[in-house]
């Protein structure tokens, strides 16, 4: 990831509230890709700078973009639903609506996948297929432009502030777990820590 002079350095395990929201500015930098190939190149062939984008866009969609909804639906929405206070309520109904829009975005990221695997394998999509990947494309962006705003805006600081320091510990030992991040780690008297 490129730097920016001036931007807010990305978040590690030991925020992972940050890291929630850091995922969120790759799935709309990876959309847009998405959204601008299928925009741009319509059904025709794709050069070799696209087709990389494209299969890096779809591979993030594939492999990395499910581990961030297990870090909400599996480390972080169970916690809230734990809590037990009168301002909790409100933030449940968003998770409820938030965790629909994952079964949908999934759906379509199934969708686009397939499409996108046939464009860089034929080098081109028929019509009916090209405006399919628009559709779905668009479909995303804008489910993701709400999605994103509700959990960056609501969402995220509310587990900020009412998530005990020790839960926000556990969530990021999960997430890096999910990662397989440290999983390696051992005596480091032991040969075995290196050749893993």
């Not at 494309?137 to 009412?162: C, M, T, W």
């Not at 999910?178 to 480091?188: K, L």
Request: charged fraction near 30%.
């Amino acid at each position: 990831m490129p730097i920016v002079i001036g931007g807010k350095p990305e978040s590690d395990f030991t925020d992972p509230i940050g890291m929630l929201g850091d995922c969120h500015r790759r799935i709309v930098r990876f959309l847009h890709v998405l959204v601008q190939l299928a925009a741009q190149k319509q059904d025709g062939p794709l050069t070799s700078e696209e087709r990389t984008l494209l299969s890096t866009s779809l591979r993030y969609f594939r492999e990395a973009a499910p581990k961030h909804t297990a870090d909400e639906e599996e480390s972080l929405f169970p916690r809230l639903r734990r809590l037990d206070t009168a301002d909790v309520d409100p933030m449940l109904a968003r998770i409820e609506s938030l965790e629909q829009d994952h079964e949908c975005a999934d759906r379509n990221h199934a969708e686009i996948d397939r499409l996108g695997q046939s464009w860089l394998a034929d080098g081109q999509l028929s019509d009916q297929d090209a405006s399919q990947f628009r559709n779905l494309a668009d479909q995303l962006e804008k489910l993701y432009r709400h999605h994103i705003g509700v959990e960056d805006n609501e969402v995220f600081p509310f587990a900020a502030s009412i998530l005990a320091p020790e839960e926000q510990q556990a969530i990021g030992n999960e997430m890096a777990a999910r990662r397989e991040i440290g999983r390696a780690v051992q005596d480091p008297r032991s040969n075995d820590a290196l050749n893993r």
